[in-house]
């Protein structure tokens, strides 16, 4: 958990951001704006939240699959890991 701590501030910021594109996608859609932008938005979004999963799943694998965990943490976190991808990827 230590790695999502250090990096707190930069995360949180982070999301701020996609909250903000999020709620930007919301009102061009209210506001019936043309598709196209509509869909760069969404676009950019989707960017946004695969950049921020990329950062933490990251420092994930480093923290919990280093050289300093055992055999059956490093098996446990692979087996974690693996569900959460296949999630992810759907």
Do not use: P, W
């Not at 701020?16 to 009102?27: A, M, N, P, T």
């Not at 950049?51 to 059956?72: C, F, P, T, W, Y």
Request: proline letters at 0%.
């Amino acid at each position: 958990m230590a790695h999502t701590i250090a990096n707190k501030e930069k995360l949180l910021l982070r999301v701020k951001k996609i909250k903000g594109q999020l709620s930007g996608i919301e009102k061009a859609l209210e506001d019936e704006k043309d598709c196209f932008k509509i869909l760069q938005q969404i676009s950019a979004t989707r960017g946004a939240i695969q950049s921020l999963m990329s950062e933490v799943l990251d420092s994930h694998i480093k923290e919990h699959l280093g050289n300093h965990v055992s055999e059956a943490q490093r098996e446990e976190e692979i087996h974690n890991l693996a569900s959460l991808l296949k999630t992810y990827l759907r």
